[in-house]
């Protein structure tokens, strides 16, 4: 794929794990890198940047169907996850929080110290087969239900959840949704305005095809004022160009969440126009073309078991099979130079845009010898 530059002879379906940088997001990264190293603050000037940053601000929605003015650019998905944590503490003195069992630990260590911290109770959905139901959400969510966290893609197994209908579970009886978006963010389309998302946090690093330490964070703007955070610095101040300002003036917007200067976000935003240009849906729809192939062809050999969701309305862009030998499969995978990733008793497989067939009947030719 031309605005990709991938080792010749490698498959790489392991965006999950890592997603690779596209060509011009990495000459960007050079290009900074180079102002950086020659001269700085001449190439780094607030007037510039913060044309930048509007631009950011205004890719990132576009991404996300969400207002510009709740967009914020961090280091990782923790970091959006932190603000909320810290922001929203006054309003957890009592009640509880819902988590499932099959998020990434960073989507529950947070709010185990939250919880910690508060002496609030801790929910945990227990899922059914690698899926997420909504009734077993609303057999934990309660009237004293403050927050739910949740994956939109589960990185074990690439589970769809169904926000829209969790965020109206949630906000029927008062309590916040946040979603870790890591996994989904770049590949499957995220509605932030249509599936009622309060929060959402996801670094750059896997399916949004960017640097590493960069990140995008979410907030409804109707929320700003309820998040009181001392996750702040000389950036989130409107007045921030004045150094000698002794008095904290806020933004108006997500900015106040926004505690220091970025400059590299500019290169994550090179990511995110590439994928706008090739348009969310159109991606999601080659995504499961390809997969559809990978799970008929995979059907056809025995001892494997697909153990991902293949319902329409639950598929990303992760399967994960399983097969008695998979260690040894992985280890012959990367011998062939085909990079999934090994984890959970089975085979992580992901797929992205610029994945095509090819790639999965090499991917075929090494498991059919298992």
């Not at 106040?256 to 991606?283: A, D």
Request: charge should be negative; glycine fraction near 6%; proline fraction near 3%.
């Amino acid at each position: 794929m031309e605005k990709m530059d991938i080792e010749p002879d490698l498959v790489y379906l392991n965006t999950a794990a890592i997603g690779l940088l596209p060509i011009k997001t990495r000459d960007k990264l050079i290009e900074l890198t180079q102002i950086h190293s020659k001269s700085s603050t001449a190439g780094f000037h607030l007037e510039y940047m913060d044309t930048k940053w509007e631009k950011f601000q205004l890719d990132a929605a576009q991404l996300l169907n969400g207002d510009s003015q709740g967009i914020v650019a961090t280091n990782y998905t923790a970091s959006g996850l932190q603000i909320v944590a810290d922001g929203i503490q006054h309003k957890c003195k009592y009640g509880n929080i819902v988590i499932n069992d099959l998020e990434f630990t960073t989507n529950v260590y947070i709010w185990h110290q939250l919880a910690k911290r508060n002496n609030i109770e801790l929910r945990v959905v227990n899922s059914k087969d690698g899926r997420l139901l909504m009734d077993e959400f609303e057999r934990e969510i309660d009237e004293n239900t403050r927050l739910v966290a949740v994956s939109s893609v589960q990185s074990v197994n690439g589970f769809r959840v169904d926000l829209k209908r969790l965020s109206k579970l949630v906000h029927d009886v008062g309590g916040y949704l946040i979603v870790d978006a890591i996994q989904g963010l770049g590949a499957v389309p995220i509605d932030v305005k249509d599936e009622g998302i309060d929060f959402l946090s996801a670094g750059a690093y896997k399916w949004l095809l960017g640097p590493f330490n960069t990140g995008i964070f979410y907030i409804n703007p109707l929320l700003i004022d309820e998040l009181d955070t001392l996750l702040v610095g000389w950036f989130s101040d409107s007045n921030y160009i004045e150094l000698n300002n002794r008095q904290f003036n806020p933004w108006p917007n997500a900015k106040r969440f926004q505690p220091s200067f970025y400059p590299y976000f500019e290169v994550l935003n090179t990511s995110i126009e590439l994928i706008n240009e090739w348009g969310i849906k159109k991606t999601y729809s080659h995504i499961l073309k390809v997969q559809d192939y990978m799970v008929d062809e995979i059907n056809k050999l025995p001892n494997y078991k697909i153990m991902s969701s293949l319902e329409p309305n639950e598929r990303s862009g992760i399967i994960k099979i399983d097969h008695p030998d998979y260690k040894n499969i992985n280890a012959d995978l990367v011998r062939n130079k085909i990079h999934i990733t090994s984890r959970f008793g089975g085979l992580r497989i992901s797929i992205h845009k610029f994945n095509h067939f090819e790639d999965i009947d090499k991917l075929i030719s090494i498991l059919k010898n298992y």
